[in-house]
């Protein structure tokens, strides 16, 4: 290996973010039929704001023709707000942290190659599970979300190998640190659920995947994993045993091309999940199948596409939850059994580039996830 070379590339920079979100839930009783009561007990107001701001900088240098690095590190400081006049209850919490990451890329040859990457990485609760409101399911039972929720942090290192674009495999090991998850709590009588901040988890897992054409209108992908974890809570109070366990899951999808235009496309999936143990909770087997059919026209610029997911009604999966001196049980039948049909025609000129960025997604789902 030469190391006389120098770092050859260098990127510095900086992000803010600010987020403002208001979610309002008015109940209203029917006393009588010509007058409409708002239910203070029932009613929900909630404001959060955060705001981040980050500094990153990495370097990236190649050291020969087959060996490759980058280092980078990245600061974010987060100052979040959350206020429920419903509880009038105020909460202001502000955290900052060093996130590093690395990689190192070796191509033995055009078709090996071979990489080891690390990564700290953060993830914050969702504006859901912030919110301390009350949903009742009964007389003796509700949800409240946790608006002291902490983001966790996770430490994560990848060993890869992928030969000729077809073939993966990656070996992964992850420490997470301040793992949240919602926890079934009694207290007089009443049982209520809340997330909270309570474990921190080990995890090792291996995943492969590839993909091979028998025919050049037949293309198969196939992937697979298996993963081992171990999970302790540091809550004592929460009377939650430590807990180990296995989980794997296989995947596949049949891509077909229907004609020698290559216009009409049929792709057949399946999923399948085996029993395992995710932390502290314990799920059944379950799998489903989906397909799509797509046809496009006038210089691919008109698709059709007619997708059915979940063929079968196998999308159902039951889940437990082991404390010390009892169990809770979850059944979770999403009913995703649907047909999709949809039109898409481009306007435009094709060549122009298409310009990716940032949408953060990630704030998107915190905020449309129950």
Known sequence: M????????????GAYTSINNQTALKLFDNINSNQLTLDVSGTNDFEYTEKTS????????????????????????????????????TTDTTYGRLFPTAYLLYNYNPKNTFALAYSERIERPGFYDLNPFRYYSGVYSYTSGNAYLLP????????????????????????????????????????????????????????????????????????????????????????????????????????????????TLLSISYNQFFPSKDGFQQTKAFGYMSANIRFSALDKKLSFLISVLDIFKQNYTVSQMRYVNYNSTSTFNAKLQNILVSVTYS???????NVNKDSKNQEVQRAVSP
């Open 347 to 353: 306007f435009g000129n094709n060549k122009v580039k």
């Open 2 to 13: 030469n190391c006389r070379s120098i770092l050859q590339k260098i990127e510095t920079g």
């Open 152 to 263: 966790s942090f996770s430490h994560n290192v990848e060993i890869s190998y992928t030969y000729n674009n077809n073939l993966s495999i990656i070996l992964s090991g992850s420490r997470l640190l301040g793992g949240r998850g919602y926890v079934s709590l009694f207290s007089d009588g009443i049982n209520y659920q809340l997330p909270e901040n309570y474990f921190n988890k080990n995890r090792i897992g291996l995943d492969i995947s590839y993909t091979y054409k028998p025919f050049n209108w037949w293309n198969i992908y196939s992937s697979g994993n298996i993963n081992y974890n171990q999970s302790k809570s540091y809550v004592p109070s929460l009377e939650v045993p430590d807990a180990e366990g296995y989980g794997a899951s296989v995947r596949t999808r049949n891509t077909f091309t229907l004609n020698k235009k290559k216009t």
């Open 54 to 89: 980050a500094l990153y900088i990495s370097a990236e240098t190649e050291f020969n023709k087959k060996w490759s690095a980058k280092v980078g590190l990245r600061y974010e400081n987060t100052s979040l707000k959350g206020y429920s006049p419903t509880l009038n209850l």
